[in-house]
Antibody, heavy 118, light 107 residues
Framework: QVQLMESGPGLVQPSETLSLTCTVSGFSLTSYNVHWVRQPPGKGLEWMGVMWSGGSTDYNSALKSRLSISRDTSKNQVFLKMNSLQSEDTTTYYC????????????WGQGVMVTVSS | DIQMTQSPASLSASLGETVTIQCQASEDIYSGLAWYQQKPGKSPQLLIYGASSLQDGVPSRFSGSGSGTQYSLKISSMQTEDEGVYFCQQGLKYPLTFGSGTKLEIK
């Protein structure tokens, strides 16, 4: 059974760095791509970036200067780091798996809500 | 980036009514279109991919159609469990982009 689970701090200080972990089970990170998507409260979805199964990454150009995605295949984990957080980064962050290149986001984690506030 | 324009923003439907949600892409996306349903406090769930293919386990009252830049999601007989927010998403080009969502409620 495919599962993804996000974890990380619920509260981050402005200008600091957010670190999130997506722990997956039921599939291999070397076979499937894992995306990060975020959603402000009551609003739409924004694609942030992807860890390709081959180990490379792509980012949304709007976030690229602040965003880094990495992984540890031995631990079945994908990591998101984003620096210089501001209030508009207060949102729910999801990791999701696609079914292969060009396929939609088939499986999603439950999401983690992050608030940026002092 | 490909812009996805979704309409209407909100919709109320009676039980058993047919519901249609529209999604327009800013350029031809060659049926690279998915639909998701999101319920309050939950993550999005895939309903339709490739514009018209039904994801496993999704009730057959859901269907998708369209081509080029115009796509639609139809619910043939509204049920109470269909309440939620629906999003379209293009998968042709990165960055992946989503419509702004349609909130569907029971009338």
């Amino acid at each position: 059974q495919v599962q993804l689970m996000e974890s990380g701090p619920g509260l981050v200080q402005p200008s600091e760095t957010l670190s999130l972990t997506c722990t997956v089970s039921g599939f291999s990170l070397t076979s499937y791509n894992v995306h990060w998507v975020r959603q402000p409260p009551g609003k739409g979805l924004e694609w942030m970036g992807v860890m390709w199964s081959g180990g490379s990454t792509d980012y949304n150009s709007a976030l690229k200067s602040r965003l880094s995605i990495s992984r540890d295949t031995s631990k079945n984990q994908v990591f998101l780091k984003m620096n210089s957080l501001q209030s508009e980064d207060t949102t729910t962050y999801y990791c999701a798996r696609d079914g292969g290149y060009g396929s939609p986001l088939v499986d999603w984690g439950q999401g983690v809500m992050v608030t940026v506030s002092s | 980036d490909i812009q996805m324009t979704q309409s209407p923003a909100s919709l109320s439907a009676s039980l058993g009514e047919t519901v249609t949600i529209q999604c327009q892409a800013s350029e031809d996306i060659y049926s690279g279109l998915a639909w998701y349903q999101q319920k309050p406090g939950k993550s999005p769930q895939l309903l339709i991919y490739g514009a018209s293919s039904l994801q496993d386990g999704v009730p057959s009252r859901f269907s998708g159609s369209g081509s080029g830049t115009q796509y639609s999601l139809k619910i043939s007989s509204m049920q109470t469990e269909d309440e939620g927010v629906y999003f379209c998403q293009q998968g042709l080009k990165y960055p992946l982009t989503f419509g702004s969502g349609t909130k569907l409620e029971i009338k």
